[in-house]
């Protein structure tokens, strides 16, 4: 059959968004970078690594996405004056690379306002309680200590304020007797390797609203389920 005059081989394929380009800012073992570089791999995943970034030249994951093909760069940051000068020679590696969204995955540096003004609503983090409970560090014994019967991760947007932003989304997953710090960061670490990957490709896909602090997706949970513990 004659195709006609303004088909093309591969049809509607064709009209498809172009995958966002996304970098990837790392401090350490990237083992949430492994899992964003993982499901990039799908053919239909709206991303793609371009680059993956370090301020710490001894990091794991750096090593990984190297074997990977993945270009990584080791920017160490104790090489630089002050921030600004850090922040300035990193804004011109992610514009060089074309880079449309940047996801802080473990990137243990804290950036200026200045900085986070340049990719606002396009800069994600992954931070592992579930904000607002929980900001900056040593969330699994902060946790732990407070007795809470859920923990969980927290996908959000950057905000100049340390650990807020816009939560994109979280995943809860229950403390159980006994657990030691360990067993907690492993629980939610495994729905961290979940969480980040399905909420890139929502909000690269452009599936993600923003209304102020407030953001809302077709895949929202609209149930009314609730979880128990103890069990009623
Ligand atoms: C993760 O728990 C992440 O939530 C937090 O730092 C940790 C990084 O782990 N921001 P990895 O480097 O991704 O393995």
């Not at 900085?115 to 606002?120: E, I, Y």
């Not at 946790?143 to 100049?160: D, M």
Request: glycine letters at 6%; a positive charge.
């Amino acid at each position: 059959m004659r195709r006609a005059r303004n088909s093309t081989r591969n049809g509607p394929a064709s009209m498809t968004a172009p995958k966002k380009r996304t970098a990837i800012l790392i401090s350490g073992r990237g083992s949430n970078m492994k899992s964003l570089v993982e499901a990039a791999r799908r053919p239909d995943y709206p991303a793609e690594i371009v680059v993956v970034i370090s301020n710490r030249p001894d990091a794991a994951g750096i090593a990984w996405a190297k074997e990977q093909g993945i270009p990584a760069i080791a920017m160490d940051h104790k090489l630089y004056s002050d921030r600004a000068h850090f922040e300035s020679q990193l804004h011109g590696i992610l514009t060089t690379s074309r880079v449309d969204l940047v996801c802080l995955a473990g990137f243990m540096r804290l950036m200026t306002p200045e900085f986070v003004a340049l990719w606002r609503d396009r800069m994600l983090n992954i931070h592992p309680a579930l904000l607002p409970a929980f900001k900056g560090l040593d969330t699994h014994a902060r946790a732990l200590a407070t007795g809470v019967k859920f923990a969980g991760c927290t996908v959000h947007l950057v905000r100049p304020e340390m650990d807020e932003g816009p939560i994109l989304g979280q995943a809860a997953v229950p403390v159980l007797p006994g657990d030691t710090e360990p067993d907690l960061a492993a629980r939610v670490l495994a729905a961290e390797h979940q969480l980040y990957p399905r909420i890139l490709e929502l909000f690269a896909r452009g599936q993600i609203a923003i209304d102020g602090n407030k953001t809302s997706s077709p895949s929202d949970v609209n149930e009314t389920w609730a979880k128990f513990s103890p069990q009623v």
